[in-house]
């Protein structure tokens, strides 16, 4: 295996001045929340900035240079975007809101055209509520059936059981995660696609974990639909993406309608313009797409392959030192399996107490359900709470949360 020269986070963490500030006076910021969403570098922020001070107009309309040059950075961000997951061609990137409305997208276009009461789409228990209410929803329109790939007690997807699923179910779409926000577990894609593929199912991936801390190759997974979101990804809130293969494209009909998704309008009916704008209506988020271009060029400047590197080495430290606090449980498989997400109960305390005593030594982590009420249902658990890491955590942040979290031990046990 190639060397991977380990990151330099020290460097890396000027570049984020969120990360200068302190979470109260003489209490230093240590930052786990990043499933939730990441931080922004300067170098996003100026993107955008930049724009709204030098080019601001609207896209795809005016013939005039500010509308030229607005249009010309929106469209070379997603060429970036294009790049950073390898698709065919820009044409198969379709900027949504995020994650979730790229899913919803494919739910009621696709879905609604090619899915019904004869049908089943196949998810899994680890899934996060977008990739299961999306469904839902459509299953209410169109009767199509949903059945769920169950999780093992070690946090990985029991696999005897999706052959069987795809065997006895009328499957015509996987629509699975690529890394679970609460357990990390990534899903073995490499096996996954091709079983979906020899049932005749379609694949849409849930990437909202994994564009952000792996790399990303669509055409070398070999799925039908990507969908992630710009804000956990270093790029700012209210931009997302659908990758989906030009064809399925082609045949789908549009999502919204109203300005720049059309050819021709008549009062009698209208024309579609040409991919991606025909999923595309109105005004789009024309500074957070050139925020989230300025984020793909600085992780592909990083290297996915570095910020993986070096989450996997930050997880299996925190794995270890998460083992040592008696009573703690972490949910999910172990570091080799997993992205750099823990999940974790505390015996005898709720998960919100423990968010809120490590608020106060300055550690921000999550508490809750994490939008996965069926995963949490499957182990019994009504909450957890859940450090995750990104490429500006260091080991010595993972001290200060096993620090805290002997303090809130303390507070309890007084
Ligand atoms: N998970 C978390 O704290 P949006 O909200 O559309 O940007 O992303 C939705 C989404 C979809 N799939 C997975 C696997 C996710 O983790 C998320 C977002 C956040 O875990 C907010 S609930």
Known sequence: MALIQPLDVERLREDFPILQ????PGVPLVYLDNAATSQKPR???EAMDGYYRTTNANVHR???????DATQAYEDARKKVRAFINAASWREIVFTRNATESINLVAQTWGRANLG???AVLITEMEHHSNIVSWQLLAAQTGVKIVAVPVLDDGTLD???YARLLRDEPVRLVAITHMSNVLGTITPLDRIVPMARDAGALVLVDGAQSAPHLPVDVQALDVDFFAFSGHKMLGPTGIGVLYARRALLEAMPPFLGGGDMIRRVRLSGSEWNDLPYKFEAGTPAIAEGIGLGAAVDYLSAVGMDRIQAHEH???AYALDRLAEVPGLTVYGPDAAQKGGVAAFTLRGLHPHDIAQLLDAEGVAVRAGHHCAMPLHDRFGLPATARASFYLYNTLSE???LIEALY???QVFTL
């Open 407 to 409: 303090k809130v031990k």
């Open 398 to 400: 993972v001290d200060s």
């Open 117 to 119: 009461a004869q049908d």
């Open 62 to 68: 005016g013939i005039y240079r500010l509308s030229e």
């Open 159 to 161: 696999m005897d059981a």
């Open 43 to 45: 170098q996003v922020l």
């Open 21 to 24: 500030q302190e979470a109260r």
């Open 313 to 315: 080495q930050v997880i």
